[in-house]
């Protein structure tokens, strides 16, 4: 099978290296995106690896680069296609989006006639997207949140189920993502596509990176593209509902649980307090479950997003199985 990507055939048993134009900044020079194809000697099936999609979430860019960098085309069945800072203009500007304010992840397959993001999305989609048969696409929280090490996917799907939980992660929300993000265009053009969640913005953070790398080699052992014995996880749960607690009033917010921490229906998860000091109200769940993201500014406006909760039902059992408490008497997963 002849793969070609930016004009140039990758042969069997090489890795190549392609700046692939996706558009042109205003100075007139390329903005070009570097894609790097590990190409195996024997066949197998093509993954995509993608980062930074939005511009400012860089786990992933360090967990793109560290895989990339680790294996050579005799290691690899089939082809691994890496694209570690798919949003340039964002990555440049330190910034989330395209310079329109536009979200790239919105606007997939993309059109070679629309708006500068539809046009940027085409070429990737194009290059990238559909020459392969699998996908990961690696995100942070957005600015000024955190999130729990999470894999996101439509589990209805059997091939997005099978990676999924080949990743290996304790935790996965099953969901179809919206219908113009990467991996909802990717999965619905045929390539099975799921999204690893975790941490924050602007930072490398050692864990989370090495879990990322961990779970996309799982990923490759288990599509057999790798010779790798992959990790087990201890646990896993697929959560169905997940929710957002708002912020009752505005305020200045004293948060007083993290991710991975188990908390219960009405439970106080925060304080908000006036600037005199005085408390003013209370920051109670509405359900029982896993915190999988929370707020990282104590500033609240009312309905601000404080903290994210994955619903637990049967399953709060077994997570808290795995759960330690801490000097509070709370119960956290060490993950
Ligand atoms: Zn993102």
């Known amino acids: 099978m002849t793969l070609r990507i930016g004009g140039r055939t990758i042969r069997r048993g090489t890795t190549e290296q392609i700046q692939l134009k996706v558009s042109e900044f205003y100075t007139s020079t390329p903005v070009n995106v570097a894609v790097t194809v590990i190409r195996g000697h024997e066949p197998g099936p093509a993954l995509f690896l993608t980062a930074a999609i939005h511009g400012d979430e860089l786990n992933g860019v360090e967990i793109v680069r560290r895989v990339m960098t680790s294996l050579r085309p005799e290691q690899v069945r089939g082809s691994l296609i890496c694209a570690p800072v798919v949003n340039r203009f964002g990555f440049l500007n330190h910034s989330r989006y ?3 304010r536009r979200d790239l992840n919105r606007f997939f397959p993309g059109d070679p006639n629309g708006n500068a993001a539809a046009r940027t999305a085409h070429i990737l989609f194009r290059e990238v997207v559909t020459q392969s048969r699998y996908g990961i696409d690696l995100h942070s929280a957005t600015v000024r949140r955190t999130n729990l090490p999470q894999i996101r996917a439509d589990m209805s799907h059997k091939k997005v189920r099978r990676i999924a ?3 290996g992660g304790e935790i996965i929300i ?3 993502g919206s219908p113009h993000t990467l991996r909802a265009a990717a999965t619905r053009a045929g ?5 690893f969640e975790a941490g924050e913005t602007y930072r490398f953070q050692k864990n989370i990176v090495a879990r990322g790398i ?3 080699r799982n990923v490759l ?4 593209m790798i010779e790798e014995e992959p990790r087990e996880p201890r646990f896993q749960v697929i959560v169905k509902v997940s929710e957002w607690v708002r912020a009752p009033r505005g305020g200045i917010l004293d948060i007083l649980v993290r991710p991975g921490e188990i908390v219960h229906a009405d439970e106080e998860i925060g304080v908000i307090t006036n600037p005199f000091g005085r408390e003013v109200s209370s920051v109670r769940s509405h ?5 999988i993201g929370t707020t990282t500014v104590p500033m609240a406006n009312p309905g601000d997003a404080v903290c994210h909760v994955a619903k637990l039902e049967k399953t709060l059992h077994t997570v808290e199985k795995y759960c330690v408490a801490d000097s509070r008497g709370r119960k956290t997963l060490l993950l």
């Open 214 to 216: 961990a779970g996309v």
């Open 98 to 100: 395209l310079p329109d």
């Open 221 to 224: 052992a288990g599509l057999d």
């Open 287 to 291: 359900l029982t479950g896993l915190v």
């Open 174 to 176: 099953d969901a179809p």
């Open 191 to 195: 390539v099975p596509t799921i999204i």
């Open 165 to 167: 939980k080949a990743f």
